[in-house]
């Protein structure tokens, strides 16, 4: 029975996501907390800056040690946080339908895990789902809005080519440029994906990249003759898994991932690898804290 990215969606799961949050944060001037810091004027307990007294004026953020010195009566102006928003991009793409449970499946857990830590420190949350087909984005506030993307998720068969690098680009395009953008894929569309990954970060986006892989694909076992078809394009090509053959796919499969490492590293995008087969469990949550996402 194929597996649905809600499956493991119970009770005990979204408990679990209590006790952790997004790892970044910023102050701004709403006063609302939030997950990602930038310095404007606003309430909370961080000072920023100060301005001369009013007429009406709360008395209780009246610099005292300024008006000793000074004689000057000056308001002490403090940091708030603004809620800042999480945004999902997954691939939909044929090639994610692979493994078991498959890729698509398993990135789109990981998603909806970091969506309802974001949904429960009041931190919207936004996904977008990289397609030939497109499909309407899916806006998240509530604290109990994660059913909602895991509804669409779990009707969604992947398919067709990726289009990873466009959703990305409409991505900079709607905006807000000051948000969390969390890229799920299984990174083989690279001439496309990097443009536009380079874009998002040059504009201010913080970039964290997950790619997912199948253990079929960094530890193949097989021997034998094999027709292969590529999964988006329908390409056919007759292979020898021969022991040679198996020993130059294994360094091609260590420079795409140093490929990958190297191309973050150097556009100052957070990079992880994780496997399809990784389970939801605490393993999954030191990954992800170890990649900079949560805390």
């Given at each position: ?18 006790r952790?949050e ?13 997950e ?5 004027k ?7 800056d ?46 994610m ?15 909806c895990c970091l ?15 990289a ?5 309407e984005?899916v806006?998240l ?51 496309d994906l990097r ?14 990249l ?15 003759e094999?027709?292969?078809?590529d ?9 020898s898994l ?24 150097g ?10 087969e ?7 949550f030191r990954?992800l ?6 805390n």
């Open positions: 029975m194929t597996e649905k990215v809600s499956d493991v969606f119970d009770g005990k799961l979204l408990e679990s996501l209590t952790f997004l790892a970044v944060r910023t102050l701004t001037s709403s006063g609302v907390r939030g990602k810091r930038s310095r404007r606003g309430s909370s307990a961080e000072y920023a100060h301005r001369q007294y009013t007429h009406g004026d709360d008395l209780r953020r009246l610099d005292w040690h300024a008006l000793a010195r000074l004689d000057t009566m000056l308001i002490r102006l403090y940091a708030a946080e603004e809620t800042l928003p999480l945004e999902i991009i997954i691939d939909t793409s044929a090639s339908d692979f493994g078991q449970p498959t890729k698509f499946v398993t990135g789109a857990r990981i998603g969506t309802q830590i974001a949904l429960l420190h009041s931190t919207p949350a936004l996904w977008r789902f397609n030939e087909r497109p499909l984005p806006r506030s509530g604290r109990n809005d994660v059913g909602r993307v895991l509804r669409v998720l779990d009707e969604i068969v992947p398919d067709g080519k990726s289009t990873l690098g466009e959703a990305l680009r409409r991505s900079a395009l709607a905006g807000p440029r000051k948000k969390s953008l969390v890229v799920i894929t299984d990174g083989y569309d690279r001439d443009p536009a990954l380079r874009a998002c970060r040059a504009s201010g986006t913080e970039v964290y997950i790619i997912v892989l199948a253990p079929e694909e960094t530890d193949p076992t097989v021997r034998g094999f027709t292969f078809i999964a988006e394009t329908g390409v056919e090509a007759a292979l021969d022991r040679p053959t198996l020993k130059r796919y294994m360094e091609m499969l260590e420079g795409f991932r140093a490929d990958w490492s190297e191309f973050c590293r556009s100052g995008i957070a990079f992880m690898e994780l496997g399809s990784q389970e939801i469990d605490a393993e999954l990954t804290a170890t990649g900079g996402l949560i």
